[in-house]
């Protein structure tokens, strides 16, 4: 079945650093790709997504392209901030039928002043 | 517009009680979903209603939980009796009906906190 691999957290950064957090994907088809952030205290929040090949979602300063040949999906911004600190949740959605949205385990940021 | 509600958002029970979830989606959402979140694991689907119908409840553990969605509006998701591995997030979501589109959007509720002791 369809899976989604992230790495593993918690990523600690100082403020104004490089962020990438890796995310790979097993799926037939041609999925859509999410990136879902969970502040502390708050429920699941769309970050971006991308639905085809070679797409670029993008919000907040984030970014992450959508690699069919590498079948990765993964987030980066160029400088964190302390606001940033969350849970990052890598997703895929199938494009036919009725389809259910397929989580990674979640990377844990820790972004400190 | 209001977003996706639940309530509530934080329960402590003790094993063997029941508890009923709620959630209210969005409206004009005919799809609603069920997914969990056990500790530091990933989010898992439980099921999803298109409507009233079940649409796929394959996600559901074991027959301690029930969800139901009468008339195709709110959704409840009791567990009875509860166990301690029940503990966990449950988040409830929402999105327009449209087959086949693999880009509209599902929202998230802030989430169902849910420890049982």
């Known amino acids: 079945g369809d899976s989604v691999t992230q790495m593993e957290g918690p990523v600690t950064l100082s403020e104004e650093a490089f962020l990438t957090i890796n995310c790979t994907y097993t799926a037939t088809g041609y999925p859509s790709l999410f990136w879902y952030v969970q502040y502390p205290g708050e429920g699941l929040q769309l970050l971006l997504k991308a639905t085809k090949a070679d797409d670029k979602g993008s919000n907040k300063g984030f970014e992450a392209t959508y690699r069919k040949e590498t079948t990765s999906f993964h987030l980066e911004k160029g400088s964190v901030q302390v606001s940033d600190s969350a849970v990052y949740f890598c997703a895929l959605k199938g494009n036919t039928g009725f389809q259910k949205l397929v989580f990674g385990t979640g990377t844990r940021l820790l972004v400190s002043p | 517009e209001a977003g996706v509600t639940q309530f509530p958002s934080h329960s402590v029970i003790e094993k063997g009680q029941t508890v009923t979830l709620r959630c209210d989606p969005i409206s004009g959402h005919d799809n609603l979903y069920w997914y969990r979140r056990v500790m530091g694991k990933e989010i898992k689907f439980l099921l999803h209603f298109v409507k009233e119908s079940k649409q796929d409840e394959s996600g559901m553990p074991n027959n301690r939980f029930l969800a139901e969605r009468t008339g195709g509006t709110y959704s409840t998701l009791k567990v009875q009796p509860a166990e301690l591995e029940d503990s966990g997030v449950y988040f409830c979501?929402?999105?327009?009906?449209?087959?086949?589109?693999?880009?509209?959007?599902?929202?998230f509720g802030e989430g169902s906190w849910l420890t049982v002791v």
């Open positions: 979501a929402s999105s327009q009906l449209m087959t086949g589109s693999s880009g509209n959007t599902i929202y």
